[in-house]
Every structure is written in C-alpha cells, then in structure tokens.
C-alpha cells in the first residue's frame, strides 16, 4: 500500500508550569490543530525528589471535547465530579469524555510524593462533533497490563494499541468517533508500516529517540505533519531506538471556538459554558 509523504516537522515550544518540564507540540506557530487533535501537553521526564509537591493540575473544569492521558513514567491520581478516582501508574492510560462538563484533578499520589521518581505523562486532548459536545460524562482508566500489546519486525517493534484496530486486533478503549490511537516502541533500527487510511489525519509525535518517517529522521519532541496521499506511514528507529504517539481520525471539519478548557462551536455556546460551570452545574469533586 502506498506510504504517506511527509508535509512538515513541528517542533514542540517549551512552556514549563512552574518546575514541570512542558512542552507543547500542538497548537504551535505552524499548525493550529490536526484536526481533530486539539492539543498536546508534554511533561517531563523529570526526576522529583523525594518530599515533592508533585503535579500542579488541581480541580478544574472541560466541556466539549475528550482528553487522553498516557502516563509513560511515575504515577496519576485522577479525580472527577462524576465520582471516578483512579492511581493509574505507568505504562497506564486514561481516557476521559469531558461531555456537556465535569471538574477534574489529576495530581501525583501521596507515594510518589514522598519518594519521588522518574515522572513523563503526556495529555491529548480530541475534539467532540456538535452533536456529542452534551453527551454525558465518561471516564475509564486502564494499567498496562489491561492495553493489548502487538508486536511486529519480528519483536523489534511493539504497539500498545490504546484505541481502533491494527491488523485486526482491537483497542482498549472505545471512542466515541472512531479514533485510533497507539503508542509505538521502536528498538534500534525497528520499522513497521502503519496503517493510516486516506480521508482520515494522522497524528504523530515522536516522544524519544529518533523516528525515520517517509525517509526523513525526525528527532523527539517533534509532530510530523503528513499528506493525505497515501494509506499507510513508513517509519523506521534510529540507532537508539523510539517511542512515538500515533493515531489517526476522521476530520471533524467544524468551527473550533475555544476558551481555556472548554472546546464548542460557536462564542454563544462558550458563553453558557462558563456560566454552567459558574452555576455549578458541572458538580463538585467529594
């Protein structure tokens, strides 16, 4: 099947939270959305020492639209105004449908606060159509050993499939959109040819090492920007290996009005956003 081509290479910008090491992929000066991928926080890796505050990320609310959230070092407490709480540690995801709106914390347990350790997370979020902004709160948090893993190149490369199908295996998760998201380990010199069907954007982000894509090394903290010409992408490890986000979905191609954590269509439904949460009809965390 013919490989898709590479467009551009966007580097991630750098914008710490206080001593949590971020960087942010998308939006950035280049590329606004890979529609319907929305965003893309990541932090670390770090190492905190033991006695930390751990992670920064207090009750807060979203609407509209779903965040994933792939703890690939340390440990997340998670905790909704839907009465889900979860550790999920690492190698772990989260999936949550943000809907018509819930508040959230996701904060490091009280354990890796007092010792400390390795930390890397990084938090997607996806856009929801209109006609799925109101849908009703969802949250499922799953550990490694709950994500099936396929493997191909004869074992040199892995594939923690999150979400949709590869090679007729299923995810873990069910979107609600279809979309397909994985997590890819490549050791030295690993290469697959992942499957990305035309009409649909791909979203892929080297996260470490370098990952060769349609012939062209890419180092980590980069989002590949790739053209719809082809139904799969050709990609291949450098020397010390590499880890990359990889999905791909159907675009929404609807107007995107955003306000801090709520994603909607249009200024109005904004508007009555804020209010909803001001009114407290997002519900409070217990």
């Known amino acids: 099947m013919p490989s898709r081509s590479l467009v551009a290479v966007h580097p991630a910008m750098r914008d710490d939270i206080g001593d949590l090491v971020t ?6 000066p280049g590329l606004d959305q890979v529609d319907p991928f929305l965003f893309l926080n990541h932090h670390g890796p770090q190492t905190y020492r033991p006695g930390n505050q751990g992670l920064p990320f ?29 550790v999920i540690r690492a190698g772990g995801v989260q999936w949550m449908t943000a809907g018509r709106g819930l508040v959230h914390a996701e904060v490091s347990p009280e354990s890796f606060k007092r010792a400390g350790g390795p930390m890397e997370i990084l ?26 893993l396929v493997e191909a190149d004869d074992g040199r490369v892995r594939i923690e499939l ?12 069910e979107s609600l959109t279809g979309v397909a998201m994985t997590v890819l380990r490549l050791a030295p010199g ?22 060769e894509v349609a012939g062209t090394p890419v180092p980590k903290f980069n989002l590949v920007e790739l053209a719809d010409d082809g139904d799969s992408v050709a990609l291949v490890a450098g020397a010390e290996g590499a880890v990359a986000l990889f999905g791909h979905a159907a675009p929404l191609s609807e107007p995107v009005v955003a306000h801090g954590p709520f994603v909607m269509n ?18 409070t965390l217990s």
């Not at 509209?64 to 959230?69: D, K, L, R, S």
């Not at 690939?72 to 979860?86: C, N, Y």
């Not at 938090?123 to 929801?128: A, E, I, K």
């Not at 690993?190 to 069907?197: E, I």
């Open 190 to 211: 690993g290469r697959v040819s992942a499957p990305a069907p035309q009409g649909r954007n791909v979203f892929l982000y080297v996260v470490a090492g370098t990952l």
């Open 162 to 173: 999150i979400s949709g199908t590869w090679e007729g295996h299923k995810g873990a998760f």
């Open 23 to 28: 960087r942010r992929p998308l939006p950035g």
């Open 123 to 148: 938090q997607l979020w996806v856009n929801l159509p209109g006609r799925l902004k109101m849908t009703a709160p969802a949250y499922t948090g799953l550990q490694r050993e709950d994500i099936p």
């Open 58 to 86: 207090g009750p807060h609310p979203h609407r509209g639209f779903e965040t994933v959230t792939f703890i690939l070092e340390g440990e997340l407490a998670h905790l909704d105004s839907g009465g889900h709480e979860s």
């Open 266 to 283: 249009t200024r109005e439904e904004i508007v009555a956003a804020v209010r909803d949460y001001q009114a407290g009809r997002f519900g």
